[in-house]
């Protein structure tokens, strides 16, 4: 933070070099080794600057104040103090830089621009176009343009980019009104927890209502799942209509307990630990998800006997239903007998 000598190396030579106050030093080769951009590491260490001094100098005179020798970042990580505190400056200056990168007027902008030029498109694919083009525009990762697009108002744009089973998912819009914890993807391996916890799901698999397809927990039905290349996949209508056909789970954490470490500066937020479980929340209504389980439980098995418990749950008479369906009464008859496989 103070105007002093350091050493650095230069055609492989070693020398020393006075560096006045506030003064960030790039290593070109470093940033070229590592495949980073040198105008993100500036905007970065720009960050630290702007955001952090106050930090370090706290971090500083905390450990005068009680009498503690000063030690480095480096050192205070290599005795296993402080690593938790660099992540939260790394974490800022990491996730600022993108932004700094994207301005709100000219994102907006240009966001706006993407949209129109892909507008005779399907939703969600436009989406992934647009993602696209904003991260090759501004030189960012997808991952950030996608977020930044979500804090302009893209709310949609949340489907984009997930992972299920360490593999990418297919992009999907999410409405407006699912929460930054609610999530229509989820790992295999937390499903199966949420089925071995949770009876009313187990239920309502066993049913075969729902069949896991590209991470999601989507409606057996043609309509929204499609055979591609000997694959099941999400069709175009279903990645534009997950309400409809796919479940909603709330992400949920154990809690973790808090360990106080003595001259090091500490959050007074209590950061979440792993994982615990996911479980149904299509509105947060387990009600809904009881109902749907016991009026499969109320019907037949078979096809004939299906069709004849709602045609006469429904009041049909054969002359009424063929009349509405534009079938003769001998096919309402062949249906509700079912001597011969139906379609």
């Not at 799901?201 to 591609?228: A, S, T």
């Not at 929340?281 to 109902?291: I, T």
Request: proline content about 3%.
């Amino acid at each position: 933070m103070q105007s002093s000598t350091v050493t650095y190396y230069k055609n492989g030579v070693k020398k020393k070099g006075s560096v006045k106050e506030r003064t960030i030093l790039i290593d070109t080769v470093a940033c070229k080794n590592q495949n980073r951009n040198v105008s993100d590491v500036i905007i970065h260490e720009c960050i630290h600057v702007y955001e952090h001094f106050l930090f370090y100098t706290m971090q500083i005179t905390y450990r005068e104040y009680y009498g503690m020798e000063y030690l480095g970042f480096e050192e205070l990580i290599d005795q296993g103090l402080g690593i938790e505190q660099i992540q939260w400056v790394e974490n800022q200056a990491i996730h600022m830089t993108p932004r700094v990168k994207m301005p709100l007027y000219q994102v907006s902008w240009k966001a706006a621009e993407f949209f129109e030029t892909n507008r005779n498109i399907p939703e969600s694919i436009a989406y992934n176009r647009v993602t696209s083009a904003i991260a090759d525009f501004f030189q960012t990762s997808k991952i950030a343009a996608k977020n930044r697009l979500v804090e302009i108002g893209y709310d949609k744009a949340r489907g984009m980019l997930q992972y299920a089973n360490n593999k990418p998912v297919p992009g999907y819009l999410v409405e407006s009104y699912v929460k930054d914890n609610q999530t229509y993807t989820i790992n295999l391996d937390k499903l199966l927890e949420e089925y071995e916890r949770n009876e009313a799901f187990r239920k309502l698999l066993d049913k075969g209502v729902y069949i896991y397809v590209e991470g999601h927990l989507c409606r057996n039905n043609e309509k929204y799942i499609w055979k591609q290349n000997q694959k099941l996949v999400l069709s175009s209508y279903a990645r534009t209509h997950m309400a409809e056909c796919c479940l909603l789970f709330t992400v949920r954490h154990e809690s973790e307990d808090y360990v106080y470490t003595p001259g090091v500066l500490h959050s007074n937020i209590k950061k979440p630990g792993k994982l615990a479980y996911l479980y149904h929340a299509n509105g947060d209504k387990m009600e809904e998800m009881q109902e749907v389980v016991q009026l499969l439980e109320s019907c037949p098995d078979g096809f004939a006997e299906t069709f004849r418990y709602h045609m006469d749950n429904l009041g049909f008479s054969k002359t009424t239903l063929a009349d509405s369906c534009y079938l003769s009464e001998r096919t309402i008859t062949r249906m509700r007998t079912a001597t011969k496989k139906m379609p």
